[in-house]
């Protein structure tokens, strides 16, 4: 086994997916046969190889910092399940 | 021949005389899918209102004589877009309900052109899928044989185009995602180089392989749609701020001198016979036309699935962090705290192949598998973007099959991720490679199913690769045939 229900579990957990425990156990299967094959690559010697990250080669693009038009409160908030005084409402935090 | 069975290039020339007006075209259209949409499942939204203003707007825009190449031509857009005042699902139930405040700047640049947008199209969730199987609305199914998969994950986008529902669409592609499709259901899919065509607005999937791309009828299409939509956007920066050439001028027909490799890894076992045979028929047309065949390498290509796995879940795990239920998209109103919310929300919102994405992306990008997943998967990405430059020294494009096999039956791959990830082993290293590539019609199989053959260019050749692509389509008549799709 490359993965155990229980890592599957904590992944889960940081992935903020609430997960069955149907779920778990398919997924636990899954994601080891997926691991399995990906382990192809553990035979190609990368030393010294330089990650790509982006395939066209660029640096950092800078531009001016400019005010530009946005949204409204009322577009940014237009698909909010729920909002109040211009603000994303959501249940309490902090105690 | 109907209204709905001309090109672009075909309807610009009828709107421009006055033979037809928007009105009457979007009219043919939006009864063409009203009449097949039930069989095909391939629009979430029809624009049956907005479509008509639009037409009226783009027949005003004519008769004052202000045309743009796109003026009245009738396009529908993937469920990934951003379309102002329009739903955008990305055919998931998390984001059911969303209705877009703004444009995606491909959305916007058509638009400006005053094409009118038919409808919005379905596609597997998120863009994640090679069936279009994994759509909360549905799947789609192929007009060529409705028991057979369109491919994905824009499968909806292909279909609509083989079965003259829009004369054009976008679709996405960050593994193979335009071509597929286009190959499984006999049309022209260009996926363009990474940084050809901006990706703002549109729903991020992996956003170091995403990539816009036209689906159309045939290269000339192809060639339209890319101009409009090509070229730097501000609101992007990982689009490339370099001239955008005349795409249409350049379909001379001319192969004199032109190489045209063919990498032996791609010709493997797996790879279905009559798809073997497709490629190997092209090839030979090429000759004829006068290109230089030749045999090349591209010796990474066995580890492009894994590799592409890894990167486009890692990505995709942060990407679709945003959905949350906080701001936007399906929210569980029944979790008593915060954090109960957002796994609740992601739990009922995302489907079974978004959430193994998620996992399999948050695995490898955890403490203690980052650099063992990860960053080994970015090195041997190096070394497939190398392959294909070191094969761009010897030769102009790449001949290849753009699946190993024809569409598959529905449900067919369904119960394993693993063999439905392998059906993109050809397209896969294009997008870790960031460079072109597109589909075109090659024939088609002993079922009837359509082969697409796939034209690789060099980055920021589609000039190149539209005219040898072109130039195949002039010598043959495989683009011409329609489905025997009556309704």
Redesign the interface.
């Known amino acids: 086994m490359r993965i155990t229900r229980a890592e599957v579990e904590h992944v889960g957990r940081l992935a903020r997916l609430a997960l069955s425990d149907e779920e778990l156990d398919s997924l636990t299967g899954e994601m080891d046969a997926i691991l399995d094959y990906v382990e192809q690559l553990k035979t190609l010697d990368t030393e010294g190889i330089v990650p790509t990250a982006h395939a066209v080669p660029m640096e950092n693009a800078f531009r001016a910092d400019e005010v530009k038009p946005g949204f409204t409160p009322e577009q940014a908030l237009s698909n909010a399940p729920d909002a109040a005084e211009s603000a994303f409402r959501v249940r309490r935090v902090i105690e | 021949m109907t209204i709905y069975d001309l090109t672009l290039a075909e309807l610009r020339t009828k709107l421009d005389n006055r033979e037809l007006s928007a009105v009457e075209v979007t009219n043919a259209y939006l009864e063409r899918i009203a009449a097949t949409n039930p069989d095909l499942n391939t629009f979430i939204t029809v624009c049956n209102e907005t479509a008509l203003v639009e037409a009226q707007a783009a027949d005003q825009a004519i008769a004052a004589g202000e045309v743009a190449p796109l003026t009245g031509l009738p396009i529908a857009a993937k469920d990934i877009f951003n379309t102002a005042g329009l739903r955008t699902t990305c055919a998931s139930r998390i984001l059911e309900?969303?209705?877009s405040?703004?444009d995606a700047t491909a959305i916007a640049r058509i638009k400006a052109q005053k094409a009118v947008i038919v409808g919005k199209l379905n596609m597997d969730e998120f863009a994640m899928g090679s069936s279009n199987e994994n759509s909360a609305f549905g799947a789609v199914r192929n007009p060529w044989n409705l028991e057979h998969v369109p491919g994905g994950s824009s499968g909806g986008s292909a279909a609509s185009i083989a079965a003259h529902q829009a004369a054009a669409a976008l679709g996405t592609d960050t593994g193979g995602s335009v071509r597929q499709p286009a190959a499984h259901c006999g049309v022209v899919g260009l996926k363009p180089?990474?940084?050809r065509v901006s990706r703002y607005g549109v729903v991020a999937y992996a956003s170091?392989?995403d990539q816009v791309g036209p689906i159309t009828r045939d290269v000339r299409d192809s060639a339209l749609l890319l101009q409009a939509i090509a070229g730097y956007d501000?609101a992007d920066?990982?689009s490339?701020d370099t001239p955008v050439p005349d795409y249409q001028a350049n379909l001379t027909g001319d192969l004199k001198g032109m190489k045209i490799g063919l990498p032996k890894e791609y010709f493997i076992e797996g790879l279905d016979k009559d798809v073997r045979a497709a490629v190997e028929a092209a090839a030979a047309t090429y000759k004829a036309l006068g290109a230089e065949i030749i045999e090349v390498s591209l010796p990474?290509t066995?580890?492009a699935?894994?590799?592409y796995?890894?990167i486009a879940t890692a990505e995709a795990?942060s990407n679709l962090?945003r959905y949350?239920?906080?701001?936007?998209?399906?929210?569980d109103?029944n979790?008593?705290?915060?954090?109960?919310?957002?796994?609740?929300s992601?739990?009922t919102g995302?489907g079974a192949e978004v959430?193994?994405r998620?996992?399999?992306g948050?695995?490898a990008l955890?403490s203690g598998y980052y650099d063992?997943?990860y960053?080994?998967?970015?090195?041997?990405?190096?070394?497939i973007?190398q392959d294909f430059l070191d094969v761009f020294e010897k030769v102009d494009t790449l001949l290849t099959p753009v699946a190993p096999t024809p569409a598959f039956a529905l449900g067919e791959k369904t119960d394993d991720?693993?063999q439905m990830?392998l059906s993109d082993i050809y397209t896969i290293p294009v997008?870790?490679?960031?460079?072109c590539a597109m589909s075109l019609p090659g024939g088609f199989s002993t079922q009837g199913l359509p082969i697409g053959l796939q034209l690789i260019g060099k980055?920021f050749d589609e000039v190149t690769m539209l005219r040898t692509a072109h130039a195949f389509e002039q010598a043959t008549e495989w683009h011409k045939r329609t489905p025997n799709f009556k309704v």
């Open positions: 309900n969303y209705v405040p703004y180089t990474y940084g170091s392989l501000s920066s990982t490339v990474h066995s580890y699935v894994a590799c796995y890894l795990s962090a949350d239920g906080v701001r936007y998209g399906l929210r109103e979790a008593e705290k915060l954090i109960d919310m957002y796994m609740q992601r739990a995302f959430k193994r998620i996992m399999l948050t695995y955890s063992a997943y960053i080994k998967a970015q090195k041997v990405r190096t070394l973007r991720p693993l990830y997008n870790l490679a960031g460079t980055p």
